[in-house]
């Protein structure tokens, strides 16, 4: 058994040097220093792979075993780490990237067929006459409808290297025929701010999904648009908000200090103590400010709230956060594939860092780590969360705070299970509910989108007999009809199914007014904003005994980046 245990691992290590080969393993830090090479025991492994490649009693694919080799030893570190095929770089770019190549649409299959939902404007697909709700039967003369064909694997056709052709067999309305288009494809904005608007006449909301390297820029754009319609404060939403780029986190921080304040700072073994400070030309520094977060918000968006909080800058509010604290970077390997390796940790200006407990090589039990704050009962009572009191640290005024497991909120809101059955449970886990909006925006397509604002087209959807029709829908795929839970969901569902429906129509500018509007988070943002109680010693929550030491405000310091990070 220990031969055959070190005889697997001598392949293991011969894999992953074809993989690395001699040149892997550089990678940059903030003033040009690299990363050293990763040679150790090259000879060694590469006399042994050629022993094996001429001796070994069977073929061996090389190539295979190497990519399951590097995946394998990569698991083995700390959760964030990953290895990335060079089959799946480019998907993996995309989606932090300001744009891509495409044909710009949004899309679902709803009982197998690829349905527009929404065309992106002044894109290829705009450009060519595409419409929502046309059905996309074939691309490139292969048929996608009527087959299991993975989201995954559509995109991939659709996408392509700019100035590219694609061909489409579209079908329109009950048209037997279908409509031939050939598309160029060309950049597609890949936005990170999903909307801002006014959520009473004195106050923004900002949602950000993501922090992508545009994420700055359209928050630049949304904050204007909302000064200009006369928003006095805001609330920033990074509920659900995963990471992405430390640097843009870092520039969308920086409009809300003062000049001098630390934003945050990252140390690793082979990493030297690189921080980032305010440079005081935030356009935001006097904005009242409150930032709602949720279990899933994680990475840049805890960099982004604990700077908030930390600098005593405005209010956290929600639920813990993540916990992630782990900085990646990239390292090329000499086939396209790429490491995404950890480096460093990051801390938040009170000297806190919020990575939740790992061990190392077990991820599937760091990936459980929800499902167990859950069963304790962390998202219904601020009781139940166990904070480690060796890990607490103080804010610039001397609030207690705490590190080693995400972001605690300064007001916790409990996650609401009103009108949650187990009718609701199931037409949305199967994905039922999403699936009428659909069927229901088609079939009535020439209607609705004759209203001329999200308003008037929810004011109508409230005289339809909405949750009628959706009851039945739902039995004919399956979800028997209990009418005592469906009175009890009914609020809830009709009004995902009213914003799911606008959304269609009039994007998400529609979508979140009318899912937002009985949200207990932003509810509260609202009114500590409306009452001035925005600033934790507002509220009462400033510590006498704050202890100089733990001042952030270093003056006469500029904003300083890493050249290339990631904190998602």
């Known amino acids: 058994m220990n031969r055959n245990r070190h005889f697997l691992w001598v392949i293991l290590l011969i894999a992953v040097s074809l993989i690395l080969g001699f040149n892997a ?44 080799a590097v995946d394998r030893i990569v698991s083995e570190l700390d959760p964030h780490s990953s290895y990335i095929p060079a ?50 039967i074939t691309v490139n003369d292969s048929t996608v409808a009527g087959r299991e064909i993975g989201t995954t ?90 990471g992405g780029y430390m640097e843009s986190a870092i520039n969308v921080i920086n409009e809300f200090l003062p000049k001098g304040r ?39 968006s805890e ?30 390997l000499s086939d396209r594939s790429e490491l995404l390796l950890t480096i460093a940790r990051y801390y938040t200006p009170s000297g806190r860092c919020i990575q939740k407990e790992y061990e190392l090589g077990k991820s599937e039990e760091y990936s459980q780590d929800l499902s167990i704050r859950f069963m304790h009962g962390e998202f219904y009572s601020a009781d139940s969360i166990k904070m480690v009191d060796s890990l607490e640290y103080r804010t610039a005024g001397g609030r207690p705070v705490f590190g080693g497991g995400g972001i605690m ?7 609401d299970t009103t009108g949650i059955t187990s009718y609701y449970s199931s037409v949305v886990n199967t994905g039922v509910l999403y699936q009428f909006s659909l069927v229901y925006s088609d079939k009535n397509n020439d209607k609705l989108k004759s209203f001329a604002s999200y308003r ?58 009318i899912l937002l509007q009985n949200d207990a988070a932003l509810k509260k943002a609202i009114e500590i904003i409306s009452e001035g109680q925005w600033k934790p010693e507002a509220r009462g929550l400033h510590d006498t005994g704050n202890d100089p030491s733990c001042s952030v ?3 006469g310091q500029a904003i300083r980046k890493p050249l290339y990070a990631e904190a998602g």
């Open 153 to 242: 694997k559509i995109m991939r056709m659709l996408r392509g290297p700019k100035d590219s052709k694609v061909r489409l067999g579209i079908q329109r309305g009950n048209a037997e025929q279908l409509t031939e288009f050939e598309l160029t494809r060309g950049d597609i904005p890949n936005h990170s701010v999903d909307v801002s608007y006014k959520v009473n006449e004195h106050t923004g909301y900002i949602k950000i999904t993501k922090f992508s390297r545009s994420t700055y820029n359209e928050f630049l754009t949304a904050v204007a648009k909302l000064k200009q319609e006369g928003a006095e404060g805001l609330i920033i939403d990074l509920r659900d908000n995963p």
């Open 87 to 136: 089959s799946d770089v480019d998907a993996a770019k995309e989606d932090l990237e300001a744009s891509f190549s495409g044909i710009g649409i949004q899309f679902n299959m709803p009982l197998d067929t690829l349905l527009v939902i929404s065309v992106i404007s002044d894109s290829p697909a705009e450009k060519a006459g595409l419409m929502p709700f046309d059905r996309i």
């Open 25 to 68: 393993g550089k990678f940059y830090r903030p003033g040009g220093l690299q990363f050293k090479m990763l040679r150790s025991g090259q000879n060694k492994i590469n006399e042994a792979l050629d022993i094996i490649g001429q001796n070994y009693v069977d073929t061996v694919d090389i190539n295979r075993l190497a990519e399951s």
């Open 456 to 513: 008037e087209l929810y004011e109508y959807l409230q005289q339809q007999p909405l949750s009628y029709e959706f009851a039945d829908y739902a039995a004919s795929k399956g979800i028997k009809k209990r009418p005592t839970l469906m009175s009890i969901s009914r609020d809830l569902i009709e009004t995902q199914l009213y914003a799911y429906i606008v959304r269609n129509f009039f994007k998400y500018e529609g979508f979140y007014p």
């Open 553 to 555: 405000e270093i003056p």
């Open 303 to 332: 960099i982004f709230s604990g700077a908030i909080q930390d600098n005593d800058r405005g209010t956290i509010i929600g639920r813990r956060s993540y916990g992630k604290g782990l900085v990646q970077t990239k390292l090329d």
């Open 409 to 415: 909120p300064d007001i916790f809101i409990p996650s």
């Open 262 to 300: 630390l934003i945050v700072y990252m140390e690793g073994r082979s990493y030297p103590r690189l921080d980032s400070y305010s440079n005081g030309k935030g356009a935001c520094q006097d904005v009242p400010v409150v930032v709602l977060i949720n279990e899933l918000s994680g990475s840049a």
